[in-house]
């Protein structure tokens, strides 16, 4: 069973940096692709980084570009967020999520390319 484990969440102030864990346990990571994605309340879940199974490719959105990075560490069987230069308007809950099919050329950045999810982290981001 594939069960992620996200860790790191909190309460900052804009400006502050965060790091978001994901432990993975049922499976071997590294050889899936990997997401991020947030919720913030009343809002759609929406994409925000993702990783190669390789990890040498990348993708971020638009809102986070520069300021955040994904990354994974094949020994730890972990995929982390690095949440730099945080804003009001990244408070949400943080998920991560694997897909159902190893390997793969491309970069998926849409909720329907995910097949298991964590529980997801809160990030909130005083002004």
């Known amino acids: 069973q594939v069960q992620l484990v996200e860790s790191g969440g909190g309460l900052v102030q804009t400006g502050d940096s965060l790091r978001l864990s994901c432990a993975g346990s049922?499976?071997?990571?590294?050889?899936?692709?990997m997401g991020w994605f947030r919720q913030a309340p009343g809002e759609e879940r929406e994409f925000v980084a993702t990783?190669?199974?390789?990890?040498?490719?990348?993708s971020y959105a638009d809102s986070v570009k520069g300021r955040f990075a994904i990354s994974r560490e094949n020994a730890r069987n972990t995929v982390y967020l690095q949440m730099n230069s945080l804003k009001p308007e990244d408070t949400a809950v943080y998920y991560c999520?694997?897909?159902?099919?190893?390997?793969?050329?491309?970069?998926?950045?849409?909720?329907?390319?995910?097949?298991?999810w964590g529980q997801g982290a809160q990030v909130t981001v005083s002004s």
């Open positions: 049922g499976r071997t990571l590294s050889r899936y692709a």
């Open positions: 999520a694997t897909r159902s099919f190893a390997f793969g050329t491309r970069l998926f950045e849409t909720i329907g390319h995910y097949r298991f």
């Open positions: 990783i190669r199974w390789s990890g040498v490719a990348t």
